[in-house]
């Protein structure tokens, strides 16, 4: 597990899927001795004639990431409302990219940070909507992090990037936030005519170059989201966006993929982490978290080119692998791109951003997006 000394989030991060061996012991540790506390404090309240209706049980919890209790409260320590950066308008100085929080859809109260790069007046630019990581549970797209990469993802292009802000679990399970997703895509395609409410996209989007992009999390969004267009189709528009850039997506299933871990304790926490997100709506071979078991909707996939991208320590490299194999087995007829990253772990693009290997992988996504 590598620890990125100069982030919490990032440690935090790891700590979410790293090796059993690596973080089990002491959270069994510390579970027994919550439990002893738990239990003389409920003695004590038992004494007192107090009922707790379980307000401090905690149902589920990712250490340094998000605690969630039986009584629906949750705390998140990682990817909060105030640990966010402002947008920059005027455009940054860094990049010359613009961006600035806009309302996508007033009455479905769905928002994103929008992005800009410079741009001849009337140039029409191609649109990135893009879904970030986090476990269906934490993060924004005003994250130090994600504004940092999808501003350098729109300056490099360059494209009009769209950050949805969705709807998390567990105050919204699943699938709300492929609700949001589908819903903002709707009123991004509708902004980027000529009369569009937002004028940003109105005046650079080009609604027929746009690519559903997200990571981890945020790229099982992206899938879902091109399966779910393919079948209902947008007014207007059409059944299919021009592509699709999984980055480290959060594919999983009860089956083992390749070379992944086949430690019950380890598998678990993936499971649970999915059953947490859906409320125990889908169970872990449903096609929203395992698309291999529904091939035919799978080959329905609503675009014509897809990018996959991963690296070799990715908690999920081996379902990438067997994404970009199993697309084209299926029946898809799109075009599949494949990116694998040695010797890098699960969205260090996002942490590394500076390192070679990360600029060579943002470079890969904007050139796919340019060709799209």
Not at 105 to 112: E, G, L, P, R, V
Not at 197 to 220: F, I, K, Q, T, Y
Not at 228 to 240: A, N, P, S
Not at 281 to 299: L, M, R
């Amino acid at each position: 597990m590598i620890l990125w000394r100069n982030s919490w989030w990032c440690w935090s991060t790891a700590l979410l899927f790293a090796s059993p061996s690596v973080w089990l012991a002491p959270i069994f540790s510390a579970c027994l001795c919550c439990s002893l506390a738990e239990h003389q404090k409920e003695k004590l309240q038992a004494k007192a004639g107090v009922m707790d209706p379980g307000s401090d049980i905690i149902e589920y919890e990712r250490p340094g990431v998000v605690r969630v209790y039986k009584s629906g409260r949750v705390e998140r320590f990682d990817g909060t409302d105030t640990n966010t950066v402002p947008p920059c308008p005027s455009g940054d100085p860094a990049n010359g990219v613009a961006s600035k929080d806009v309302v996508l859809n007033a009455s479905a109260n769905i928002s994103a940070r929008l992005y800009s790069p410079a741009a001849e007046p009337g140039k029409k630019l191609p649109v990135v909507v893009y879904f970030h990581g986090g476990g269906f549970l934490v993060q924004t797209p005003a994250s130090p992090f994600y504004h940092a990469y999808t501003a350098s993802l729109a300056a490099a292009a360059p494209a009009v990037v769209v950050s949805v802000n969705y709807r998390l679990a567990p105050e919204h399970r699943l699938p709300a936030a492929y609700d949001d997703a589908y819903a903002a895509l709707k009123a991004v395609l509708a902004s980027c005519r000529p009369d569009g409410a937002e004028p940003w996209l109105a005046a650079h989007g080009d609604a027929s170059r746009v690519v559903l992009a997200g990571d981890s999390a945020g790229g099982n969004i992206a899938h879902n989201t091109a399966i779910r267009l393919r079948k209902e189709c947008i007014e207007g528009y059409g059944d299919g966006v021009s592509g699709v850039a999984l980055l480290h997506s959060y594919f999983w299933g009860t089956e083992q993929v390749g070379r992944e871990p086949t430690d019950a304790a380890y598998r678990g926490e993936f499971e649970r982490l999915w059953d947490v997100a859906c409320g125990s709506q889908f169970g872990p071979d449903h096609p929203y978290i395992n698309p291999a078991t529904s091939p035919g909707e799978w080959s329905q996939l609503g675009c014509g080119h897809v990018l996959v991208t991963t690296a070799e320590l990715c908690w999920f490299v081996n379902r990438a692998r067997a994404y970009a194999e199993g697309i084209k087995a299926c029946g898809w007829d799109g075009v599949v791109e494949f990116h694998e990253t040695k010797g890098e772990e699960h969205v260090y693009f996002l942490f590394k951003s500076g390192c070679d290997n990360a600029v060579k992988e943002l470079a890969v996504v904007a050139d796919f997006v340019g060709r799209c």
